[in-house]
């Protein structure tokens, strides 16, 4: 079957995520909406939880494809709030329901990903013991993770950019400050 099928479920999946909570859409509705039959759809996925996670997991392998370099923790962040933005209302509606541990997983993978670039960055030409340095890289892809799950939490209706960058003003020099005691041991 061609792929422009799968494409129009996903397109049609998305568009009755922006009208309703994930636990309102049927398999059925979805067909009926995109004009195929129920095997079509069985054809690519198991269930609407598979269709949940391919779409998540394209998503987040999108937002890591476009940032191969991380010169800054607060453009780390940015990527993993882009990772929520697209399609508001329905990463809203995934994140609100029992998907929502896939949903984490891949943001989680996000923030990895921007995260271990920025280390790259960070510890460009400095040697540190690599227990330190995970220590570090930890601490930011938990504080990447979190301010963005709290961000959800409030419906995305926070400004983020704004947050964001207080957030980055105050958290100025940390990591230097960080990488400087693990060289000074």
């Not at 540190?128 to 220590?135: F, L, N, R, T, V």
Request: charged content about 30%; hydrophobic content about 40%.
């Amino acid at each position: 079957m061609p792929s422009f099928m799968k494409d129009a479920i996903k397109k049609t999946f998305v568009e009755l995520l922006e009208e309703m909570p994930m636990s309102q859409i049927t398999v059925k509705m979805i067909v009926e909406k995109c004009g195929i039959n129920r095997n079509s759809f069985y054809y690519y996925y198991q269930d609407l939880p598979a269709l949940v996670e391919e779409m998540v997991k394209d998503a987040a392998d999108d937002i890591i494809s476009r940032y191969d370099t991380v010169d800054s923790i607060e453009t780390a962040l940015r990527a993993a709030i882009a990772f929520c933005e697209q399609n508001r209302r329905a990463i809203l509606h995934i994140y609100n329901s029992v998907s929502r541990d896939v949903f984490e997983t891949y943001l989680w993978k996000v923030c990895d990903y921007v995260i271990t670039t920025y280390a790259k960055t960070l510890f460009h030409d400095i040697r540190i013991a690599p227990s330190d340095e995970e220590i570090i890289r930890r601490f930011y892809r938990c504080e990447c993770f979190g301010l963005t799950i709290e961000w959800l939490n409030q419906k995305m209706e926070t400004n983020v950019e704004e947050h964001i960058s207080r957030f980055c003003q105050l958290y100025r020099g940390m990591a230097e400050e960080m990488i400087k005691r693990a060289v000074e041991g």
